[in-house]
């Protein structure tokens, strides 16, 4: 009985870094990174990937897909992504990343699909399907209120209850009801509770969205065992060696709701196991997974300008001027970071597009001071050129996983070459590559611009198929754009303890088309090479739903696909509301001069609000607005109609004055606000960080020693700023994780013993390190 109740307690707990443990006759899974690939570790204990990964396939990072506004689109790289997968074995795929871009400056933006929360959903719900049709589980993350990278490990995500709901939860919601095989939960707490110990967790997850699978923690994110494992936090990742489930074993020898937790997760974890634990020899085709990649890029680039200088012509002298030439920017670092089946780069396709174009550096990418030798080459040539295309963007020190920028940026050198080109050349097209917004001040004094993201490893191809016209762009804008980070409403902060977000449900076009606020290029901007006409709307309530139908034209002269985006305009109501919300889009293909209907179905249910005196979801009756729109801020058609149900009666805030006012949202939260920074003093913990006991001299010295070993894991690293922000994640990471991710060199008896001496409970530490070292000498 014993021995049966500790193996369940076993299948808690990961075998290794990426597997579960094969326990009772189950199979282990085999668990990888993959958002946007297959991040398969060559060696099972590498964490970090400093031993590679098996090549896969680099598809666009959801930033880029986002643009697509196209369900078909996702669901296909999905199906692609599982393919993978079955060919090398993988189980499941940890991803989608469905976080909210609450600000353009979190530096993992670029696996994050948009700032709403309904094309958040709607996009991953079919990527989630495409690959759970081929039996291979999704873990769909970070759950939740997982929005900015300064630390991440253990900030507290203050959000008030509605906003929860209706912003960080909704793409959850709609993803749950594809049955993904996992969730995963986020290292930061949420209300004072750590994501792998929410209440949300079962009673919402669970209890309110039915959801049947598993909840995984990230990589490191459980703080309590004992609590996450009751709040409904199934299995631990990775491996706690035993730590865990030692505790585990003892603590519910005494606690029958510990013990019926344990019985529950096992029979959800064995269920998942059988599900998925089953090796599929496939096989796939790595050219047209290839091909697949670069169509998806292709068809979520947007085109942000056009002056009658795009599509380039083949008898046209085009000077390509790009630090990116050998090395283009495809992908973003991190957990994410792929090892490409194939890399289209500038410098080996430019060719085959026209005898006609030069190539050119004009600047280097691991500076941003100025190299005036490449500058005075690029203005020689650009003189000679009918038009200058400038390849420009974020570089991957700018921009990755583990830190946030502090501005929108683009480097110095690139602009300061871009500004000298225009003074010389008056047809000048710009492409701008990076995973978030960027400010495009610039964009007066050029001709043309294309926005294209992080366009995975066929980027450079669908660049340059959009730029000849082989493919006519039809990617619309998931975020808003803006010049000035100050523009936005949020701010990131070095706090360390707590983030408000006060901007309640003013997220994205939210605040700024609520508060009629400008922006460079709003939500669900972008243009076309053809002209796509709209007429005979009509709007038929149909019970349950409304029927939103058009006609639409393709005057030419391309193929095109246009997004059709219906938006909501929110009733006059006591409770405050974005003024517009996204609700239902879809996506048609139009061959030239063809004209087609389409309908599109939208549910009442879209009207719906989280009402807090209920905790549920309600239509409030009014007056509202269904519009038809090129984007958020051009409406092309819209009918009010009078929307039946409850009465809605809520005292007046100030998000409801017409300037934005923050000042009640302790009022929303109702209850006191914690502090946004604490002294981290004694006693430490596990929970602790290297930051924290840097506060005393003690402290200081254990830092200094670990970081010094950190130093020698990274030894083989040769870009000062990878190791910089090795470095600075280091010490903003909970000392449990050094046990978890020093592959056994620092064991959790050896961890304990080194807080015993930070506590100043010098012989009690100096025991348990001598007894760890002993132990380890004895295994």
């Known amino acids: 009985m014993i021995q049966d109740k500790k193996e369940k307690v076993g299948l808690l707990d990961g075998l290794d870094v990426w597997h579960t443990k094969p326990v009772l006759g189950l199979p282990k899974v085999l668990m990888t990174d993959g958002p946007h690939g297959l991040r398969k570790q060559l060696d099972v204990k590498d964490h970090l990937g400093k031993k590679g990964s098996v090549p896969s396939t680099c598809f666009p990072t959801a930033s880029l897909l986002a643009c697509s506004f196209d369900r078909q689109l996702l669901k296909e790289v999905g199906q692609g992504i599982a393919y993978e997968a079955k060919a090398h074995q993988v189980h499941m795929v940890l991803g989608p990343g469905i976080n909210i871009k609450r600000s353009p400056l979190c530096g993992r933006n670029f696996e994050y699909f948009s700032e709403d929360p309904y094309l958040t959903g709607e996009l991953a719900a079919s990527y ?41 939860l909704s793409a959850f919601k709609r993803v749950v009801k594809e049955n993904p095989a996992s969730i995963m939960a986020s290292y930061n707490k949420i209300n004072g509770f750590y994501g792998t110990e929410s209440p949300i967790i079962n009673d919402v997850l669970r209890n309110t969205w039915g959801f049947k699978g598993i909840v995984v923690s990230d990589w490191g994110a459980i703080s309590n065992r004992v609590s996450s494992l009751k709040a409904g936090c199934d299995l631990e990742m ?102 490409p089946t194939k890399l289209d780069n500038i410098k080996d396709i430019y060719q085959q597009y026209s005898s006609q174009i030069k190539l050119t550096k004009g600047f280097r990418i691991d500076q941003d001071s100025d190299d005036q030798a490449l500058i005075d080459e690029a203005l020689l040539q650009a003189v000679k050129a009918d038009k200058v295309v400038l390849i420009l963007g974020l570089t991957d020190a700018m921009e990755t996983e583990g830190f ?12 300061n070459l871009l500004q000298r080109v225009t003074q010389i050349h008056p047809e000048v097209i710009v492409v701008v590559l990076g995973g978030s917004v960027v400010n495009l001040n610039f964009e007066p004094h050029i001709k043309g611009l294309i926005q294209a993201y992080l366009g995975g490893q066929g980027a450079a191809t669908a660049i340059f198929d959009i730029l000849y016209g082989k493919t006519n762009p039809s990617g619309r804008l998931a975020e808003t754009w803006i010049d000035d980070i100050n523009q936005c409403n949020v701010t990131l902060t070095n706090d360390n303890h707590a983030v408000y977000y006060d901007e309640s449900i003013y997220v994205g076009y939210r605040y700024y088309s609520s508060y009629n606020k400008p922006v460079h290029f709003p939500f669900g901007y972008g243009l076309s090479y053809s002209k796509i006409t709209y007429q005979d709307f009509k709007i038929i309530d149909n019970k349950d739903s409304f029927i939103v139908s058009m006609k639409l034209k393709n005057e030419g002269p391309y193929q095109a696909k246009e997004v059709i985006q219906v938006y909501i305009e929110n009733n006059v109501s006591s409770l405050h509301k974005a003024k517009r919300e996204l609700k239902a889009f879809d996506k048609m293909h139009l061959e030239i001069n063809e004209e087609r209907e389409i309908s599109i179905t939208l549910p009442k249910t879209a009207f719906e609000v989280y009402d807090t005196e209920t905790k549920s979801f309600v239509i409030e009756k009014g007056l509202y607005k269904i519009q038809v729109a090129k984007h958020v801020n051009e409406i092309l058609y819209e009918e009010a109609f009078e929307i039946d149900g409850v009465e809605l009666i809520y005292l007046q805030t100030s998000y409801q004055k017409e300037s934005y006012d923050t000042s009640d949202f302790e009022r929303l939260y109702k209850q006191a606000l914690p502090p946004r920074n604490i002294k981290k003093k004694r006693p430490y913990t596990t929970n602790s960080t290297l930051e924290d006991l840097s506060q005393t001299f003690i402290g200081r010295k254990i830092a200094k020693m670990i970081l010094k070993e950190g130093q020698k894991a990274m030894a083989d690293v040769t870009d000062p700023w990878m190791v910089e922000v090795a470095k600075k994640t280091l010490l903003e990471t909970p000392l449990r994780m050094l046990a978890l991710f020093s592959d056994g060199s620092v064991s959790f008896n050896m961890l304990e013993g080194i807080i015993d001496l930070a506590n100043l409970k010098i012989l009690k530490g100096i025991k348990k390190l001598m007894k760890d070292k002993k132990d380890k000498k004895h295994e």
């Open 128 to 168: 989630v399907r495409g690959v759970e049709d081929e039996g291979i589980g999704t873990s769909v993350k970070h759950f939740f209120c997982n929005n900015q990278e300064k630390n991440r490990f253990f900030i507290d995500s203050i959000v008030d209850e509605r906003t929860m709901h209706e912003i960080y």
């Open 238 to 339: 990775p491996s706690s060696m035993g730590y865990h489930e030692k505790e585990l074993m003892i603590a519910s020898e005494e606690d029958p709701i510990l013990e019926q937790a344990i019985e529950s997760s096992f029979d959800r974890m064995s269920s998942f196991a059988k599900t998925y634990g089953k090796n599929k020899h496939d096989s796939y085709d790595i050219d047209s997974h290839h091909r697949l990649a670069i169509k998806a890029a292709a068809e979520s680039m947007v085109l942000l300008k056009n002056e009658d200088v795009l599509p380039l012509k083949l008898r046209e002298k085009v000077l390509i001027v790009t630090g990116f030439d050998e090395n283009i920017r495809y992908q973003g670092g991190g957990s994410s970071h792929i090892n």
């Open 404 to 415: 946030d920028r502090t501005h929108l940026n683009l480097p110095r050198n690139q602009i």
